[in-house]
């Protein structure tokens, strides 16, 4: 069986991202085509979800040079089809250290989101973190200015990449499965004097902006019991992370216990059938895509997202996604606005097309690579 490799340093959770690859391991199977991922950390089963995953761990007790090496010396014992795919930019740097050559890449989080989580722990780097920092940015800079061809998901986000690399990036945007072309969903009808579903989908990691929803569901309520619209409104989180410990202490700080569900993660089926049952899904990110957005679209469920989510491009007419300022206040007001927009118009169905499709990033980003 013929192979493809993907290059992804770190696999620390299951995400947008983690994902994507199991889509793309379903996608290249019809093709008989194997999908091997190499690392260096991983914390991710992947045999539970795709079996046509190989997994390659290398070590990652090494320092930089003699991981570049482990890295192509793996990569020439492989049997593989096309180029390699360099999935972050660590993985870019060692490209470029051990000389791999003739390799794509596929750029996710921009610059900016970058700089936005250095800034964050800026305060505990020593000296040593922030050289060793500031090397890898060379050597990413390197070894993405050496790729044949570079991704990205998005319009904005190939503007930031174009202005840090001398590059010329190919827009391919992730999509889910099914057609979206002259298609009608029914809008998710939320019903008066019963209970109002919100959700949130998403690893609970500081930048999803994870205190808005407290903020946003605490307001929500106060209307509530003034209007009585509904009999209770209970926010449905989906994910787990580092920030649930902060997250518990805060539910109970606003008294919040009996209106928050957590689910953690859950399987496809499970995801889809809280995604299907609930009435608006939020996203207070600021992220470089949302696949969630275009799930929720898709079954005719409303979606609030901050603009600086990347995907905004795609969903700037839509009329299911209500896109916010980039901050908490009016994240909390679009969603009260949005619930008395619904009410008010009654929109029974919504025409969608020229959405992204699974289906199409997948054959994209084979044939690119000359996976087939």
Known sequence: MKSSVIVYTQLYSFGGIEYLFVQLAKFLKKKKIKLIIICFENKINFSKYEKNIKLIKLSNNQNALNKAYDLKKTINKLNHVGRILLYDGKSAAYAHLSKIKNYNVALTDPPSLMKLSRIKKKSVQNIQSKTKDFIYEKFIKYGVENAQKVFVMSKWNAKEFKKSYKIKPKIIYPGIYGQFNKRSVQVKKFQFKRNLNLIFIGR???????????????????????????????????????????????????????????????????????????????????????????????VGVPVVINELCRMNEVLRNNKLAKITKNNQLNFSKSLLTYIEELKKKKIKEYKVSNLPTFKNWAHELSKSCGWY
Request: positive net charge.
């Open 204 to 298: 609970l990691v500081k930048s999803k902006n994870i205190d808005w929803l407290l903020y946003a569901l605490r307001n929500l309520l106060n209307k509530n019991r003034k209007t009585k619209y509904f009999k209770d409104i209970i926010l449905r989180i989906v994910g787990h992370g580092p920030e649930i410990v902060s997250l518990n202490k805060k539910i109970k700080k606003y008294n919040l216990k009996n209106n928050i569900k957590f689910y953690g993660l859950v399987s496809e089926t499970k995801k889809n059938l809280l995604l299907a049952t609930s009435h608006f899904n939020l996203m207070p990110a600021f992220s470089a895509y949302n696949l969630p957005a275009l799930e929720s679209i898709r």
